[in-house]
């Protein structure tokens, strides 16, 4: 019996990694201006543009050019709501 729960258990990690590197495929790379909006309702608008461009991540850009990388924008929302740390 131990060898079958050892034989399901390496499965199931085996299907977990698996299904980790899709989900990374997958997940977005890049949000537009107003996903990024869209996320922090609560920050107006043009503090989201003028946060973004101190930093160097958004210059005005329109269609693909202004897509925003999701790194970038998951930093400034920890900066935006204290969970960025020192």
Same mark, same amino acid.
């Given at each position: 019996?131990?060898a079958?729960?050892?034989t399901a258990m390496?499965?199931?990690?085996?299907q977990?990694?698996? =299904?980790n590197?899709? %989900?990374e495929?997958l997940?977005?790379? +890049?949000w537009?201006?107003?996903?990024v909006?869209r996320?922090? @309702?609560t920050?107006?608008?043009a =503090?989201?543009?003028? %946060?973004?461009?101190e930093?160097?991540i +958004?210059?005005?850009?329109r269609?693909r050019a202004a897509?925003i @990388?999701v790194?970038?924008v998951?930093?400034?929302?920890?900066?935006?709501?204290?969970?960025?740390?020192?």
């Amino acid at each position: 019996m131990p060898a079958d729960v050892g034989t399901a258990m390496h499965y199931l990690a085996l299907q977990l990694e698996r =299904t980790n590197r899709l %989900l990374e495929a997958l997940a977005p790379r +890049y949000w537009s201006l107003d996903e990024v909006c869209r996320r922090n @309702p609560t920050v107006p608008r043009a =503090t989201l543009i003028e %946060l973004l461009r101190e930093r160097g991540i +958004y210059r005005g850009q329109r269609g693909r050019a202004a897509a925003i @990388p999701v790194e970038d924008v998951l930093r400034l929302e920890r900066e935006i709501h204290g969970g960025g740390g020192s």
